[in-house]
């Protein structure tokens, strides 16, 4: 890859779009190509930019171009979008967006395309009407995929648009203290003496905080003493929901990448926790977490859906399934989740799902809780899946959530918070016997 921010912005929008690649995977392996932290977080603002308005750029480039750049030159397509982002979204000089762009294009071999480039970078310069999409199909209005839009219309007839909204926010930074490590108090004064304005936004959430401007997180107070963790607000919540005691023998499923886990040994530290993730490469992260903030737990390269190949018998007095879901609740967050999800693969996840509630349940004591937890939206995944799982568990019992009676569905822009569903459902100590 060049090391040409813009080209590089390029290729990581191409790479997510048209190769369905991650942008969490893509763009890290592009910054470590820029040397400097400031044009890396450029190259990150450029690309959330880029994925967050794709068809508005798109509906921009259609208005200029008699047809979109053929296969061999997709990615200069791209560079268009990074050009005409760059214009509309951002502070940065007209003359200096547009000369780095046409300077990217040579490196990615399109020399004859610079003169194309050029001409519509200074038309879109000139005609800033041609960035108007009140008007036009909600798709390109909101920037969101046709099926996500109808699938949002269908679960939230009267939010829809308000979701869709909120996905085009730049979600703020959320960190947990580790009051393991420090009290709530020291942290909040060490951040104010070094000049970072926060709130403390959630009175049932003491130990989040809200950091007023993002900034990089190992240059903060205690990173490297294990005093706080970066967490969205609506994750901070699973723990608590949890209600883990020391001693308990807790199983969180999915564990991967330990935010939860190490969340819920911040609670109980003397909880004997058993961390289960499937992926291994993700257990890494796992491992350094629980280091960082010096906790302790017994990981597990496993799979939950399949207790016979890892279960010892002992039952769990709590389980935490934190599901493999759409993330369609953490758009905000993640602009490539709308590219590379598609319709189809909803049905598929609510099955996982639902195979993973019944082959854990019996493993949960009876008193015990189970809680539920996807960054999800859609009601297949949540409300659906539940219902479902209580139809056919008879043991089962739902437990309200702050007065939410059928699950907790959290909207992403909430109180600032990330899209969540939890479920927090408790073994009868006695089945109920069938009359
Ligand atoms: C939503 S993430 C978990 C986030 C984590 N609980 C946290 O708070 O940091 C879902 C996780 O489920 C894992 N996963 C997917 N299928 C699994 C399976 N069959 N068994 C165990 N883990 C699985 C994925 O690897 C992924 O790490």
């Keep these: 890859m060049p090391t040409n921010l813009r080209a590089l912005a390029a290729q990581c929008c191409f790479q997510v779009v048209e190769q369905g690649r991650s942008l969490s995977e893509v763009l890290p392996e592009a910054q470590q190509q820029l040397h400097d932290s400031k044009d890396q977080a450029l190259l990150q603002e450029i690309c959330f930019g880029v994925l967050r308005h794709l068809p508005q750029l798109d509906h921009v480039c259609r208005q200029l171009m008699a047809k979109p750049l053929v296969k061999k030159l997709r990615p200069l397509q791209f560079l268009l979008y990074v050009g005409?982002?760059?214009?509309?979204?951002?502070?940065?000089?007209?003359?200096?967006?547009?000369?780095?762009?046409?300077?990217?294009?040579?490196?990615l071999k399109g020399k004859s395309m610079t003169g194309l480039i050029n001409g519509v970078l200074r038309t879109v310069q000139r005609r800033p009407e041609l960035l108007q999409f009140d008007q036009l199909p909600v798709t390109v209005q909101y920037s969101h995929p046709g099926w996500l839009v109808q699938m949002l219309q269908q679960d939230y007839p009267e939010q829809w648009q308000h979701i869709l909204q909120a996905n085009?926010?730049?979600?703020?930074?959320?960190?947990?203290?580790?009051?393991?490590?420090?009290s709530i108090s020291a942290f909040r004064q060490a951040l104010t003496e070094s000049g970072i304005e926060h709130q403390q936004p959630l009175a049932e959430l003491p130990e989040a905080i809200v950091l007023t401007q993002a900034c990089d997180i190992t240059l903060l107070p205690g990173y490297h003493d294990g005093w706080f963790s970066v967490q969205d607000g609506a994750a901070q919540y699973a723990a608590a929901l949890l209600e883990?005691?020391?001693?308990?023998?807790?199983?969180?499923?999915?564990?991967?990448?330990?935010?939860?886990?190490?969340?819920?040994?911040?609670?109980?530290?003397?909880?004997?926790?058993?961390?289960?993730?499937?992926?291994a490469k993700r257990l890494q992260r796992v491992h350094a977490n629980l280091a960082r903030l010096k906790h302790q737990a017994t990981v597990l390269a496993a799979d939950a859906s399949e207790p016979a190949s890892w279960w010892d018998g002992e039952p769990f007095d709590r389980i935490l399934l934190d599901a493999p879901c759409s993330a369609s609740g953490v758009i905000r967050r993640h602009p490539d989740i709308r590219w590379l999800r598609k319709a189809s693969d909803i049905a598929a996840l609510a099955d996982i799902q639902a195979k993973m509630l019944q082959q854990l349940w019996p493993l949960l004591k009876p008193g015990g809780i189970l809680l539920y937890a996807t960054c999800s939206v859609f009601r297949q995944e949540n409300q659906q899946q539940l219902t479902q799982f209580l139809q056919r568990t008879p043991d089962a019992r739902l437990q309200p959530i702050h007065g939410h009676s059928n699950g907790w569905q959290i909207l992403p822009g909430q109180q600032q918070l990330d899209g969540f569903f939890y479920a927090k459902v408790m073994k009868a100590v006695t089945a109920e016997q069938p009359t």
């Design 84 to 107: 005409i982002y760059q214009l509309h979204w951002l502070r940065i000089p007209d003359h200096a967006a547009i000369s780095e762009t046409v300077e990217a294009a040579r490196l």
């Design 168 to 182: 085009q926010q730049k979600a703020p930074l959320w960190l947990r203290v580790n009051q393991q490590q420090v």
């Design 244 to 279: 883990p005691r020391n001693e308990q023998r807790i199983l969180d499923a999915c564990c991967a990448p330990g935010g939860k886990t190490s969340h819920i040994l911040e609670l109980a530290p003397r909880a004997r926790v058993l961390a289960l993730d499937v992926d």
